[in-house]
């Protein structure tokens, strides 16, 4: 069997049944063996870097890695940014390249690069296939690596000539993900630490969605009373309309928050990493409260700052086995004080079931504080890279997912890279609602120069884009508000739509 | 407290793992004073020494970041009695007036000629670190043309 039609098998092994993936040279034997194939559906998008949002998107919103593939040279390099973006937010994630054949490797042939060299830094793990008898294996230890433990993005060069070549292919079946095991001693110490406390804070990262302990961390909070706070990543993890919700750590944290973090006597991270942003929180806020982590990724473990006490392994192990050896405490409540912007609650009025995605800056930071979230796999962001033009391709990944409704939140600066992806949405049909909050500038740049260079816009103007002409260009229907101005009007518009559709708010903020 | 730890890291032997492991290091700032690697008995696994520098807790983080990556088996640290070896090639300028003394103090240390000029002489020296900076330090004040070092190679005792 050929090499391209072996890679069909083991994703049909593996159960993947979505591919994004755009032509080039290289990769074209691929594409050739996964045309018509029962079950497998092939996407592509405008750029190969939004085929890897996209492949995130799919992965977010599903728990499964996302597939994606491209051509050698540029095709490669450009999935670069996407990688990246997985692997920070620890978003599973296996990435097929084409490369030159084996015997031009080395000697600069066109559309050469070194994607393995260039993507060791920024995936789980990577690997070059030098012969096509171990390229199945590859494959399956790529997608086994994605999915287990602290899960990442995973890349398989491929050259041109092993897609090609024969060999025999023998039927596997998946290998069982391995997520570590929290250890008693660890689970023991937690326990008593927790029983010791009696202001407790629980602020969940990424890592429960991971993880899918949801609903393990919502009987642990009820059981601990506590309050109940969320990193950008997280939300979603806890519902946002429960009593002990108080919102968001990091970037402009509420002053419930605040004032729960100074009464708090011992902080439990639960799948989070403890970044740069949420210790500027925890130093001015609570610098004397003890910490237990609880995380996947044993590195994570006094990394950015000691931990009093740690149990390291998957969130869903370490919840069950903790819960039965804390003692119940007294629920303590904040008074509701999660400042929401209007516009984006009306916005989640309209859409209450729909997942969300964002671009980054402004109106991602008022998107995460201000959507009221309730399920998991539910919000989409792009957390720990921040890159502009994640949301609409990320979007048409959940859509295609979940088959669900998909709203994209964006600015007009980050609408500006990747509005192309619109006529992707058109292109197949998807039920996405575009929403561009166009205040006709980078907003959070703005902000920034406002605060640290008197003032001093610089770069930061957007480019100036008739968006009625544009959406009808590419036969998308088109509502509008200013400043939120008929805005339920216009999203009672928006709602009738099925596919995609365009809301344009005008805003000076 | 900032102190050379020395440890002992068993990796798969193949293309780009010493990139990984080198790499790991570059990014996230952590020193390396030596790195050495060899295959093991068993030709798939290859077994690099690193000595590294740093407090407790930048070590630990060290070990985590090592255990994480794919390629790597295992993670040892070793203790600070362990057997510990270098090489030291040095070139050391020595003609008719004081090759003898050259020599005499080779002798001492039981560094081996290797090669010898009108100019100049080659040691061989092998031994723990206290001993081969011993040694330099002497050349030293002969005058050292080039040295080449192994790198820092060590197991535990027993």
């Not at chain 1, 400042?339 to 671009?359: H, K, S």
Request: hydrophobic letters at 40%.
């Amino acid at each position: 069997m050929k090499g391209a039609e072996i890679i069909v098998k083991v994703l049909q092994e593996q159960k993947v049944d979505t591919v994004f993936g755009y032509p080039g040279g290289t990769i074209l034997s691929l594409l050739d063996a996964l045309r018509n194939k029962r079950g497998i559906k092939l996407y592509t998008n405008c750029h190969e870097q939004f085929c890897t949002h996209a492949a995130e998107g799919y992965a977010r919103a599903t728990g499964k890695p996302g597939v994606v593939t491209a051509t050698s040279g540029p095709g490669a390099t450009n999935l670069v940014t996407g990688l990246a973006n997985a692997y920070m937010d620890s978003t599973p994630m296996v990435a097929i390249t084409g490369n030159v054949p084996l015997h031009l490797l080395g000697r600069d042939a066109f559309q050469e690069i070194d994607i393995y060299g260039v993507t060791m830094s920024i995936t789980k793990h990577n690997f070059i296939v030098k012969s096509v008898e171990s390229l199945a294996d590859t494959l399956r230890s790529a997608f086994r690596i994605a999915s287990s433990g602290r899960k990442g993005p995973v890349l398989v060069d491929i050259p041109k000539n092993i897609f090609d070549e024969c060999a025999k292919y023998v039927p596997a079946t998946p290998s069982e993900e391995v997520f570590p095991l929290p250890r008693g001693e660890e689970l023991r110490e937690a326990a008593e630490l927790i029983d010791r406390s009696s202001r407790p804070v629980l602020c969940l990262g990424g890592g429960v969605i991971a993880s899918n302990a949801a609903e393990k961390v919502y009987t642990f909070a009820k059981k601990l009373g506590t309050p109940v706070i969320t990193t950008a990543m997280g939300i979603g993890s806890f519902p946002q309309d429960d009593e002990q919700y108080l919102g968001l750590v990091g970037l402009q944290p509420n002053p419930s928050t605040l004032q729960a973090l100074r009464d708090c006597d011992l902080f439990i991270g639960a799948g989070l990493r403890f970044s740069e942003r949420m210790l500027e929180n925890l130093r001015l806020h609570s610098p004397h409260c003890k910490i237990l982590h609880l995380d996947i990724d044993e590195a994570e473990i006094g990394k950015n700052l000691p931990a009093y006490s740690a149990v390291v392994g998957d969130l869903f192990a370490v919840l069950e086995s903790l819960l039965p050896l804390v003692s119940a405490k007294a629920p303590r409540y904040y008074p509701d004080a999660v400042p929401r912007d209007p516009l984006y609650t009306q916005i989640f009025g309209a859409f209450p079931d729909a997942v969300y995605t964002t671009e980054v800056g402004a109106h991602q930071i008022k998107a995460c504080h201000s959507l009221p979230i309730v399920k998991p796999r539910h919000f989409i962001t792009s957390g720990g890279l921040g890159t502009m033009g994640f949301g609409l391709p990320a979007a048409i990944g959940a859509a295609i997912a979940t088959g669900k409704r998909v709203v994209n939140l964006a600015g007009d600066g980050s609408f500006a890279m990747n509005l192309q992806e619109l006529s992707t949405a058109v292109k197949y049909r998807l039920p996405i609602t575009q929403v561009v909050f166009n205040n006709r500038r980078l907003g959070m740049i703005c902000d920034l120069q406002d605060r640290d260079y008197e003032g001093r816009h610089i770069l930061t103007e957007t480019p100036a884009m008739d968006l009625p002409a544009m959406a009808t260009a590419m036969g998308v229907p088109f509502v509008r508000s200013t400043e939120g101005e008929g805005l339920p009007a216009v999203l009672t518009e928006a709602r009738k739509e099925k596919g995609v559709c365009f809301i344009e708010v005008l805003t000076d903020h | 407290m900032e102190q050379i730890h020395v440890l002992s890291v068993f990796v798969n032997n193949c293309v780009g793992v010493l990139t990984r492991i080198s790499g790991l290091f570059a990014r996230r700032g952590y020193n390396i004073k030596s790195l050495t690697v060899g295959e093991t008995e068993n030709p798939a696994v290859s077994r690099m020494t690193i000595e590294c520098i740093g407090d407790a807790q930048i070590i630990t983080q060290i070990k985590s970041q090592l255990r994480k990556v794919v390629d790597v088996i295992s993670v040892e640290e070793l203790k600070a009695d362990a057997v510990c070896r270098e090489l030291f090639l040095v070139k050391v300028r020595a003609n008719d007036t004081n090759r003898t003394a050259v020599m005499g103090v080779a002798e001492i240390y039981r560094a081996r000629p290797l090669d010898v000029t009108p100019e100049t002489l080659v040691f061989e020296i092998c031994g723990d670190r206290s001993k081969l900076e011993s040694f330099f330090e002497m050349m030293k004040t002969y005058g050292i043309v080039e040295i080449a070092r192994t790198g820092v190679t060590a197991m535990d005792r027993g």
